[in-house]
């Protein structure tokens, strides 16, 4: 009878307290270019000139930045898929990739603006979180770090609204080097990173040891969500490691690239996630510690701009946004649906309608939960690259853009090794092909959590109908015994055990 009740009791438990299932969305990388031109000439950022183009897009073109329609046609499609999300966050880079004599600061603080307006008009009652991207200062790339003597983040929070978007306490932060601490709900907090401040094309920063004392913030406010037993998330623009494509190349300066991950290592039992920006393809990351086991999860997300890099090796995408779906009680993510506007059919249709779904992790990658052990096992079937999931993956990773499934060796085991190593050394060591060794042999998929009570063990649901099963067919068996004794006219010959808790009242009764 135990175990009867046991399966009831586990039933109670999966269903009578099913999990509370919030969404929200990421949106990064606009790039708005105000001058660009649907008649615009598409070898020159679509820009007008003497010659006049008719193919060049209302919606955009994949060699240029984002004209307005697209950008408004974006968060529309946002509040037409899901108007009532839990929060917004917004992972940067809104000027565009244009020669710096286009552009000056007033220029790029009013484009930041009008997108921060635009979303607030739009979504007028959901709290959004913002963080800067590289091409968000002025230069693009030189992010100031003496914070005392420079007016930028100032600039941002007043001139680009920001001050209306982030609380009080959250904009006095912000002042002091773009980054910033949220708490969204009792048990969950949402940490805003200006990692461009690690990013190697920054020349102010390269000889710093904390950039505008970053690192020493974020590690107390890891120390303290750890001992107030909060979920955090992290959201900034640049990731960390290597880029997936072309020639592999690396983020962050080394230092800070070490240094990061560290920090992320140590506190991977109060990280819940973390959502980047930048590259503009869609791809994740799962950190290993030292003995290979998957510890945090990092996901990035395409972006709006459709503009062709001029990275070698490295093309388009189509424009796109993504909808998380998350446990509130344990703020770990369980999926999300990839949302992409089909820039091509959109543009000959004269409108921007169809935003659509593109995929859902929980069908194409059949995971329940976005949990670094799940992603690391996905990531672990990308090492035979005919796999069929990876071939989806691929078309995802340029937002249906590149469909060609043409991937070479060099270009797989980039992929393979961006994802899984994000120490440069080690991600070196992977294409060298040792590396890549270590990461397929069998590792022990239990994560760091044991300090976070509210993180339960992952049990497979199919246990829960295995137990269930078995249970059922004890309690039937014993009916079937129970019956066939009492017809015999022996019912009290059938005894309970002495251990058993009813044992004195089936027994003598
Ligand atoms: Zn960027
Ligand atoms: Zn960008």
Known sequence: MNSVLLFFLVLLLQDGFAKDIGVFWQVTDFHYDVNYSSTGDPNNMCHQDDVTFNATGSYGNYLCDSPWQLISSAIEAMYKIKPDPDFIIWTGD?????????LDLDKVYTLIGNITDEIIRVFPNTSLFPVLGNHDPFPSNQ???????NRYYKDILNVSNWNIVLRANESKQFQHGGYYSSQISKKFRLIGLNTNLYYDQDKLTRDLDDPANQFAWLKDELEGARKRQEAVYIIAHVPPGSFELGTGLGWFYDKY????LDLLEEYSDVIMAQMYGHEHTD???VQLDAEGKPINTLFLCPAVTPWKSSLPGVGANNPSVRLYKYDRDTAIPQSYTQY??????ANLKGNADNWEKEYD??????????TPTALHGLARGFGDKSNKVFLSYLEFNSVMWDTSHECNDTCFIHHYCAITQLDYGQFNACLA??????????????RHHSRRPTVPAQVPSYLYYVMGGLAVLLFVLFLVVAVMCFRRGNFRSFRVPKYSKFGSLSVNS
Do not use: C, K
Not at 143 to 149: A, F, H, K, T
Not at 361 to 368: E, F, L, R
């Open 283 to 285: 791809s994740f990351r």
């Open 143 to 149: 992010m100031p770090y003496d914070v005392e003597n």
């Open 361 to 370: 992790t929980s069908d194409v990658y059949a995971i329940d939960q976005l």
């Open 94 to 102: 809104s000027v565009p990739h244009v020669p710096e004599s286009d």
């Open 340 to 345: 992409y506007l089909n820039l091509t059919r």
């Open 257 to 260: 690239n070490r240094r990061y």
């Open 433 to 446: 092909g040792d590396g890549r060794l270590t990461t397929i042999s069998p590792t022990d998929t239990t």
